[in-house]
T-cell receptor, first 115, second 111 residues
């Protein structure tokens, strides 16, 4: 099976712009999660989608949003970009996102630089 | 907020030596997972240990879990240069749908 894919891999934006990142999960996986990784805060959970519904959300401002499509692909959007949004954004997929044996498989990430 | 805290933050060893990393967490868990990240790339899942398990092996990896101390350790035996990476422990949140990561241990294995 193909792994989790994320596009684009690298992105440079300026403050105030908005950005959309895309994630295609492993075939058959219905849960998609997003994480932000920065040197200062480490890996932080953004949100999780299952069957097009957001089931869980981390402690991020409303500028961060996401959605999931019927084919389980997911997008996340960041509006009004700030310098502090520069980070590696990681997408992970799993079969159902819950349960004792639920492993999340990560994509290569999108590295966003905000100037 | 961070759940797990890895120790040490950085570890440098020679090829062939064993590497041990520790993780402590704060709240009760269903399971604990260890991930590896090479140089700012995606995370690779290494092993999952359930709360009712005490030890688990996978190849050169050995993970222990002590729920009474809220701690886990990852042992990599006979380290190789290719093991150079950052290692993270992660626990599930109360909803069971999010991973809460520690800050990681950076392992450097020199030949």
């Amino acid at each position: 099976k193909a792994g989790v894919t994320q596009t684009p891999r690298y992105l440079i934006k300026t403050r105030g712009q908005q950005v959309t990142l895309s994630c295609s999960p492993i075939s058959g996986h219905r849960s998609v999660s997003w994480y932000q990784q920065t040197p200062g805060q480490g890996l932080q959970f953004l949100f999780e989608y299952f069957s097009e519904t957001q089931r869980n959300k981390g402690n991020f401002p409303g500028r961060f949003s996401g959605r999931q499509f019927s084919n389980s692909r997911s997008e996340m959007n960041v509006s009004t970009l700030e310098l502090g949004d520069s980070a590696l954004y990681l997408c992970a997929s799993s079969v159902a996102g819950t349960g004792d044996e639920e492993t999340q498989y990560f994509g290569p990430g999108t590295r966003l630089l905000v100037l | 907020s961070q759940q797990g805290e890895e120790d040490p933050q950085a570890l440098s060893i020679q090829e062939g030596e064993n590497a041990t990393m520790n993780c402590s967490y704060k709240t009760s868990i269903n399971n604990l997972q260890w991930y590896r990240q090479n140089s700012g790339r995606g995370l690779v899942h290494l092993i999952l240990i359930r709360s009712n398990e005490r030890e688990k092996h996978s190849g050169r990896l050995r993970v222990t879990l002590d729920t009474s101390k809220k701690s886990s350790s990852l042992l990599i035996t006979a380290s190789r240069a290719a093991d150079t990476a950052s290692y993270f422990c992660a626990t599930d949140d109360q909803a069971g749908t999010a991973l809460i990561f520690g800050k990681g241990t950076t392992l450097s294995v020199s030949s």
